[in-house]
C-alpha cells in the first residue's frame, strides 16, 4: 500500500499557543493516523528552517501582544513565502494573534501600530472591552462551528467568512461575521481547540492538503459521535442571551 506522507509547519509552538490551540495538532495527527496517511509535523522556531516546496499544511497559533509581535517581526524573512502558500492553495490554520498579524496592522489602545505580515488586507484594533464568549457560527461550508473566544482585538476585512455569528462575537462584535476563509486558509477567534470540535474544519484542511499533493480525495471517519457532541455543545448555548449587532433591526 502507497503510503502518503503530509508535512505540517508550526510556528513558534512554544509561544503561540495559548488556551490549548496546540490540540490542533493533535487533532490533525490523529485523523490522518486514522485513514493511514503520514502527518510530519516540523516544528519552526527559525524562519532560517523552512523549505518553501516543503510544506502541505501550516498553523500559527495565538499569543500574548508581546509575543506575537516578536513572532510577526521574526517571519518578516519568509511573509512571501507563507503569501505563495496561501496563494497556492496550501492548508493554513490561523488563530487569534497569529490570524491578526496575517493583516497589515494591529492598532493598540494608545494608538500605536504594531505592523503586520500585510498578507492581506485587513486590519485590527484594540477594543476597550474583552470579547469573552462561547461562540458559534452557522457556517455553509462546515455547518455548525463552536469554540470558545478570548480576544482584545476587532478584525475588520471584506474578505470571505467562516459565517455567520449566531451567539457571541466573531471578528469585531459589529458585523455578525468570524473568522476568514481565504483560499485554504482558515483564520479564527475559536479556541479550545477549534479542530477537535470541528472535525469538518480538520478534515477540509486535511482534504485540500492531500489532494494539492497527490490529487486523491480523502476517505471519510466515521464521526457520529464527534458531531453528537458539537450538536449537542451548539444547542446548550443557542438559546442562551445573544450579541445583538449594529446593523440588525
Known sequence: MEIVKLTL??????TLNLYGDRGNIICLKKRCEWRGITLEVKEINDPADVDRDGCDLFMIGGGSDREQSIATARLESIVSEIKAWIEDGVSGLTICGGYQFLGEYYEMKNGEKLKGMGILPFYTKS???????????DSKPFGHIIGFENHGGKTYHGLPTLGKVINGYGNNGQS????????NLIGTYLHGPVLSKNPKIADYLIGKALERKTGKTLEPLYDKLENEANQ??????????RTKYKNEA
Do not use: A, C, I, Q
Open 232 to 241: 449537542s455543545t451548539w444547542n446548550r448555548f443557542l438559546n442562551k442571551k
Open 127 to 137: 477594543g476597550e472591552d474583552r470579547f469573552m464568549s462561547n461562540l458559534l457560527v
Open 9 to 14: 509547519y508550526h510556528f513558534f509552538p512554544h
Open 176 to 183: 455578525g461575521e468570524e473568522g476568514l476563509h481565504y483560499n
